[in-house]
């Protein structure tokens, strides 16, 4: 009881020194989770058409990059971008570096989830609008994108709420600035609070997943498919 009494009065010590500090690495979080989403949406929708495309070539080269960097640890990845990058003349600051890490990770994801969602459309809405005389062009951007867009809701915010737990990744390598974890190494290495810091810091993060997941339902009740 007294323990539970302990940690409550240190949460409550951290929300009123550190509360301000708080509020800005989560937006640093957030910030690189939502910019990392919508790039990496952007980039798997490119990849899907290429990986559907009727050129082999593309199709394996698409292939080659989801499987690369679907499983790569997204740490791995960071690491390489941090110090193998600057080696050969290249060299990123904190938020770049974290969120170019998450959008090769997030696109080859999204990438798979528009596949599936592709997969998911008649085959004879393909046949007809080809023996129509449409072009490829015109069949995925009229017919097979959008519908594969709306197949995929829940998995996208997945995605969504994965990549904005993933900018945590950033705090384990030595970084200029400092995102929601990072700022829970720096108050521990000042305070020695332990768990009360990572606790204020999840709930931050639960708070984020459940508004996610809870615009993901609405927006898949708006979009869903009748079949």
Not at 130 to 159: D, E
Not at 192 to 218: D, E, H, K, Q, S
Request: hydrophobic share 50%; charged share 10%.
């Amino acid at each position: 009881m007294n323990s539970t009494r302990t940690e409550w009065g240190s949460i409550l010590y951290l929300l009123q020194h550190y509360g301000s500090e708080y509020v800005a690495s989560y937006a640093v979080a957030l910030r690189i989770g939502v910019v990392s989403f919508f790039a990496a949406l952007v980039l798997a929708t490119v990849l899907t058409v290429l990986r559907v495309s009727p050129i082999a070539p593309l199709r394996s080269v698409v292939s080659g990059y989801v499987e690369v960097f679907r499983n790569i640890p997204t740490l791995c990845l960071l690491i390489f971008i941090v110090f193998a990058l600057p080696q050969v003349g290249v060299t990123l600051d904190y938020e770049p570096c974290v969120t170019v890490t998450l959008i090769l990770v997030g696109s080859a994801f999204a990438c798979d989830n528009l596949r599936s969602g592709i997969n998911s459309i008649d085959v004879g809405q393909i046949e007809a609008a080809r023996s129509l005389g449409l072009p490829f062009r015109h069949v995925m951007g009229s017919i097979v994108l959008p519908q594969a867009l709306r197949a995929v809701v829940q998995p996208m915010t997945t995605l969504f709420i994965s990549l904005v737990i993933s900018s945590s990744t950033g705090a384990l390598v030595p970084l200029a600035h400092v995102e929601l974890t990072g700022l829970v190494n720096k108050i521990n290495d000042q305070e020695a609070l332990g768990i009360p810091t990572f606790i204020v810091a999840a709930l931050f993060y639960v708070c984020t997943g459940l508004v996610i997941a809870g615009i993901g339902r609405f927006l898949e009740k708006k979009v869903v498919i009748l079949r």
